[in-house]
């Protein structure tokens, strides 16, 4: 009898997920994953493998904007696929006037055959061929042949290039904070800003040999009653900050989990807590919003690094699960009195890194100077040089000019509180690199 409910109950679940999938929204062409091209070969071969692995077992939700360059709406679409950004580089190779050639180990990220045309990432488009994409207020989407111009680190001040190789320079970290997908509350993800990070970005990735990205998985406003899971709910804002977080990765950055929400009860992502608090959370009940926070991240195909608690709060059991789950929490470790050091926490057989941030962060955008000030302090303590930037202090120095057919992106190379800090950096013999103790 147990037996035939579970099937029975097993035969609803996949005749509801069925309806579900007719209810999805689809262009009017099959969508499916692209196969690899076809080999001369005089033996018969088993049918070929997608050109990169579908992450997505489920059904794929597609939706499909207009393409627009020159201020012209294009004959190929913009097709959004869970929450990813596609376009078809031989239908833009002429109207761009580019030679969008590439081969199937050149892509990043997963890739689609729509009828008859092949469909790249958007981030891939902008890392292969500089095709940079503006999603705009009206729901469109403008391509742009795209250009940089960022002048080499010590261009034009009175700092030589330091001696030393890049390998050779001292390790400091940085971490990009409160990375979120908030439908531009107060400014801070609008469009353009989430435009402008990917030029800090960019930038960061050339004077750097890696960063990290602290990334709140969920975002929950519950004044306006917002929840926004970017792996479940699909919509044109969500495909703009998939893009930019993937053109993120590309430069070099590495994500990691700062909480689930960063908030709690009434509270708004990014300004509430979440692991600590009067009632506090149990260790499963921490482990589970951990996991959940991993979940989302895997489905959008990428991969984590590390954990940060919320303001930094948290209690023992906690604690206990987040050294359970990760490899490295990014912040001054619970178990070490002496602060400001990298402290390899031992749990059972395995190290737990704890890396704090001693010269804290950029508080506002006049506060490079106090900034580089504490980063000297640090040098001369001894401490890890680690610090973490809201790089929505520095948007108004990262510069986009534009016509309607190319777009360059530059920093205020004067005012950049990240030039600045990159040329102490050089100064101090130091760089912005990964940690290198994490087997």
């Not at 792996?231 to 703009?240: K, V």
């Not at 948007?395 to 800090?421: H, P, Q, W």
């Not at 050089?426 to 994490?438: H, L, M, Q, T």
Request: include cysteine; charged fraction near 25%.
């Amino acid at each position: 009898m147990k037996n035939r409910v579970f099937i029975l109950v097993v035969l609803l679940l996949l005749l509801a997920l069925g309806a579900c999938g007719q209810q999805e929204a689809a262009p009017e062409d099959e969508v499916k994953p692209a196969e690899a091209p076809a080999t001369e070969t005089a033996i018969a071969e088993p049918d070929p493998e997608p050109v990169i692995e579908i992450l997505y077992p489920e059904p794929v939700w597609t939706a499909e904007y207009v393409l627009r360059f020159g201020g012209e709406n294009l004959d190929s679409k913009c097709y959004m696929i869970k929450n990813r950004a596609y376009i078809c580089p031989n239908r833009l190779e002429e109207p761009l006037g580019l030679e969008l050639k590439f081969k199937e180990e050149d892509l990043h990220w997963p890739a689609y055959q729509i009828g008859e045309d092949f469909f790249v990432s958007i981030a891939d488009a902008d890392r292969l061929w500089d095709v940079f994409a503006k999603f705009q207020d009206n729901g469109t989407v403008a391509v742009f042949r795209g250009h940089y111009d960022f002048k080499p680190l010590t261009e034009g001040t009175d700092l030589q290039p330091s001696a030393l190789s890049n390998e050779e320079k001292t390790a400091a970290y940085i971490r990009l904070e409160d990375i979120m997908a908030d439908f531009g509350d107060n400014e801070r993800f609008t469009h353009l800003n989430m435009e402008k990070l990917r030029v800090f970005g960019k930038y960061l990735g050339q004077n750097s040999d890696g960063f990290y990205i602290a990334w709140i998985p969920k975002y929950v406003n519950p004044g306006k009653g917002t929840v926004n899971d970017i792996s479940r709910d699909f919509n044109f804002y969500n495909a703009d900050f998939v893009y930019t977080m993937d053109v993120l990765i590309d430069a070099g950055g590495r994500v990691g989990l700062h909480g689930l929400t960063h908030q709690r009860d009434d509270q708004k992502s990014a300004s509430g807590w979440e692991f600590d608090g009067p009632a506090g959370l149990s260790q499963a009940q921490a482990e589970a919003r951990m996991i959940e926070a991993a979940r989302i991240c895997n489905d959008m195909g990428w991969d984590y690094y590390f954990f940060e608690f919320p303001h930094y709060g948290a209690t023992g059991p906690c604690f206990n699960a987040a050294n359970r789950l990760f490899d490295v929490v990014y912040q001054q470790s619970p178990y070490m009195e002496k602060k400001g050091f990298v402290d390899g926490h031992k749990v059972e057989d395995r190290t737990v890194w704890y890396v704090p941030t001693p010269a804290d962060c950029l508080q506002s955008p006049y506060d490079t100077d106090a900034l580089i000030g504490r980063m000297k302090a640090s040098d001369k303590r001894g401490n890890v040089q680690s610090i973490f930037f809201h790089p929505v202090q520095d948007a108004d120095n990262m510069i986009i000019s534009s016509d309607l057919y190319d777009r360059t992106y530059k920093i205020d190379e004067g005012r950049s509180a990240l030039k600045k800090v990159c040329l102490y950096l050089e100064s101090a013999g130091e760089r912005f690199k990964y940690f290198d103790f994490v087997e």
